[in-house]
């Protein structure tokens, strides 16, 4: 199937999806109007991997972020395989290390007149105070909730073995967010009922329905749109409580109800409408 990569990493704990700065930029290109003076916390990203960190750190001015936190869960396979080649040589960085990165300020820091990613790298190899190590960066360790507990908004690519944890723990405090996740995730019992009393809703999602990630496992994904060095994973999409207009979109539905046709799920107050695309008018 075509999520199979999803049902592996989910029994295998293989976490390791990283995703591409192109579709960060399309997705979050709807949501700059709630980030100016806040807090953003990205608490499962390597500085040195992850795109978003790269993304709010070249657009932390023109957000106007108070500040920007990112935490990572002691290096990763791919170390070195995203952010270090537009930072160029890191090759002496020491390899499964758990970082922290708090950044209140980008400057032209090398004075080129230009603020980019050479100012960033600039800021994490000169400003002790900026980048440390973490005792082991999970999410769920208490040094990383207190870095939870400053934090407006949360956005990130959890793992997916932990998405029911990871969830929980944003709703427990009560934190804005847009996080990856798998779509089947809707009907769990953990976050069904908040998507029903209107507190969590799905973003505008990955092109197609499907997303490419930088990772270290074998694409066994059968879909013909394979990007070379990625993994091609279907059923994605991006889980929020950040309002944006998809939210006000009328649906101009054509179907009527029946039992027979949408059985109603026996867990929870539900129908299961298997093909919303036969129910619209076009």
Known sequence: MANTNL???????????????????????HYW?????????CNCDDPYESNFF?????????????????????????????????????????????????????KD?????????????????????????????DFRDPECIELLKQADIVVTNPPFSLFREYIAQLLKYQKKFLIVGNQGAIIYKEIFPHVINNEIWLGYGFKGGAAHFVS????????TDHKAGMIRVSGVHLFTNLEIPKRREFIDLVCKYSSEEYPRYVNYDAIDVGNTMACRRW
């Open 7 to 29: 049902a592996n990493a989910k029994s295998a704990k293989n976490d390791e999806f990283y995703t591409q700065l192109t579709d960060i930029e399309r997705e979050l290109q």
């Open 33 to 41: 109007q709630h980030f100016k003076d806040k807090v953003v916390l």
């Open 216 to 223: 270290p496992y074998e694409d066994v994904a059968t879909a």
């Open 109 to 137: 820091l090398n004075g080129d007149g230009a603020v980019d990613l050479s100012d960033v790298r600039y800021l994490l190899q000169n400003d002790k105070n900026v980048l440390s190590t973490r005792k082991t960066g």
């Open 54 to 106: 790269k993304y709010f750190a070249l657009r932390f001015n023109q957000l106007g972020l108070k500040k920007l936190i990112c935490t990572c869960y002691n290096g990763s396979p791919v170390q070195g395989n995203e952010l270090m080649i537009d930072f160029g040589d890191f090759s002496d960085e020491p390899k499964k290390i758990a970082y922290k990165v708090e950044i209140t300020e980008v």
